[in-house]
C-alpha cells in the first residue's frame, strides 16, 4: 500500500494567492483528518470527515479556508486568498480500525509558506 | 488552555539514559494514543491505552495510563538516537485534540 498521498510536497506562494493542497487516503478507510502544524501552535485539527461528509470543521480558522471530499479517494484543503500566517506543514491522515479503536495514518505533509 | 498539557517540553539526554515525559489533562478520556514524529514526516502511531491503570510495553518504551484515565506517561530505558522525535499524546474522545507533544534528542 502506498499509505497517504499528498501533494505537493512544498508549496511556496505570494499573499493573496489561492492554494489547493491535494490528499489521497488509504484504500478502504473511510475517515479523513485535515491536520496543521506550527512550531507555535502545535498540530492542530481542522476538519475531519466520515464517509466523505464533513463532520467537524470547528478547527477551521477562517471562511478562507474550506475543505473537500468528492469522493473516498480524494480530498482538498482550498485557502482563498492566502496570508503569510497561514504558513505551516499542513498533514492530511486517514483511520483504520483494528478493533475498537482507529489509528491515524499521516501522510508526508505539505509545507506552505505563503510570502 | 491546552486540553492535554505535556511535559517537558524539551529534553536533551545523553544515550543510554532513562526518561519519563508526561501528558496531563483535567478531562477524563475513553482512551489516549501516543505517536512519534520525526523531523519531515508525518507522526506514526505507538500505543493505544484505554484502561485506566493499565501498562502496555513497546521494546524498551513503557506507557501507562492514569487510573483516572485523565493522564499518562511514557518511558523510555537506556535510550537511543533512533528514539530522537517528537512524541505526541492524542485524546481518545471528542474534541480530538494533540498534546504540543516533547522534542526529544538523544545524544550519542
Known amino acids: 500500500d502506498a499509505g497517504v498521498i499528498q501533494s505537493p510536497r512544498h508549496e511556496v506562494t505570494e499573499m493573496g494567492q489561492e492554494v489547493t493542497l491535494r490528499c489521497k487516503p488509504i484504500?478502504?478507510?473511510?475517515?479523513l483528518f485535515w491536520y496543521r502544524q506550527t512550531m507555535m501552535r502545535g498540530l492542530e485539527l481542522l476538519i475531519y470527515?466520515?464517509?466523505?461528509?464533513?463532520?467537524?470543521d470547528s478547527g477551521m480558522p477562517e471562511d478562507r479556508f474550506s475543505a473537500k471530499m468528492p469522493n473516498a479517494s480524494f480530498s482538498t484543503l482550498k485557502i482563498q486568498p492566502s496570508e503569510p500566517r497561514d504558513s505551516a506543514v499542513y498533514f492530511c491522515?486517514?483511520?483504520?480500525?483494528?478493533?475498537?479503536?482507529?489509528?491515524?495514518?499521516f501522510g508526508p505533509g505539505t509545507r506552505l509558506t505563503v510570502l | 488552555t491546552q486540553l492535554l498539557e505535556q511535559s517537558p517540553q524539551f529534553l536533551s539526554i545523553q544515550e543510554g539514559e532513562n526518561l519519563t515525559v508526561y501528558c496531563n489533562s483535567s478531562?477524563?478520556?475513553?482512551?489516549l494514543q501516543w505517536y512519534r514524529q520525526e523531523p519531515g514526516e508525518g507522526p506514526v502511531l505507538l500505543v493505544t491505552?484505554?484502561?485506566?491503570?493499565e501498562v502496555k510495553k513497546l521494546k524498551r518504551l513503557t506507557f501507562q495510563f492514569g487510573d483516572a484515565r485523565k493522564d499518562s506517561s511514557l518511558h523510555i530505558t537506556a535510550a537511543q538516537p533512533g528514539d530522537t522525535g517528537l512524541y505526541l499524546c492524542?485524546?481518545?474522545?471528542?474534541?480530538?485534540?494533540f498534546g504540543k507533544g516533547t522534542r526529544l534528542s538523544v545524544i550519542a
Open positions: 491522515a486517514s483511520i483504520g480500525y483494528s478493533g475498537t479503536y482507529g489509528k491515524q495514518f
Open positions: 484504500s478502504g478507510h473511510n475517515s
Open positions: 470527515f466520515n464517509n466523505n461528509v464533513p463532520i467537524d
Open positions: 478531562s477524563v478520556f475513553s482512551s
Open positions: 491505552v484505554v484502561t485506566g491503570g
Open positions: 492524542f485524546s481518545g474522545n471528542t474534541p480530538l485534540v
